[in-house]
């Protein structure tokens, strides 16, 4: 998710997260929509919804 994370090079995690903390920091409309799309990819996970996925996907292959 790149809308939604700062994804960090292993070989320059300390420069990475220097310059990634920079750019947020100085880009309040980037952290704004960085925090509302993760919100929204949250939802997905949300355990309401993860029942409810579960109970109709388990229904669907019982035939009921």
């Known amino acids: 998710c790149g809308e939604c994370a700062i ?3 292993k070989e320059s995690v300390i420069y990475g997260l220097y310059s990634s903390i920079l ?4 880009s309040p ?3 704004t929509s960085m925090s509302q ?3 929204a ?3 997905q996970y949300a355990k309401e919804r993860y029942a409810k996925d579960f ?3 388990i229904s669907s292959k019982s035939g009921n």
């Open 41 to 43: 990819i949250s939802q």
């Open 37 to 39: 799309t993760g919100l």
């Open 23 to 26: 750019k947020l920091y100085h």
């Open 55 to 57: 109970f109709n996907a």
């Open 29 to 31: 409309s980037l952290r």
């Open 7 to 9: 994804i960090l090079e």
